[in-house]
């Protein structure tokens, strides 16, 4: 795998290469995965994710990569409110 964002990464230098990795709470596949990475991409579930889980998946990955952004993935109409976000978001900076 790391052969192949190597290639990709060299060929067009201004490529971005996104890999779907499995949740960080339970897979140590991810740090192994992240020494190889610039940034990573937060997926938090709605209806499942917690605010806790995304504190503590932040914690893990503080300063060894930054978090570009969170991505609410299958939210309702109203899942995802202005308030929600702004909460999750200042979770995952590490702000209160």
């Keep these: 795998m ?6 990709l990464t060299r060929r067009v230098p201004s490529r971005v290469v996104m890999s ?3 949740s960080l709470l339970h897979m140590a596949d991810v740090f ?6 610039d940034a990573l991409l937060q997926v938090v579930e709605q209806g499942k994710t917690t605010a806790e889980d995304v504190q503590r998946a932040s914690s ?6 930054p978090v570009l ?6 939210a309702g109409p109203l899942a995802a409110t202005s308030a929600r976000m ?3 978001l ?6 209160r």
């Design 2 to 7: 790391l052969a192949l964002v190597e290639e």
């Design 20 to 22: 779907d990795r499995p």
């Design 32 to 37: 192994a995965f992240s020494r190889d990475t």
């Design 60 to 65: 893990l990955v503080n300063d060894s990569r």
């Design 69 to 74: 952004r969170i991505v609410l993935n299958r």
């Design 86 to 88: 702004k909460q999750l």
């Design 90 to 95: 200042s979770l995952s900076l590490g702000e």
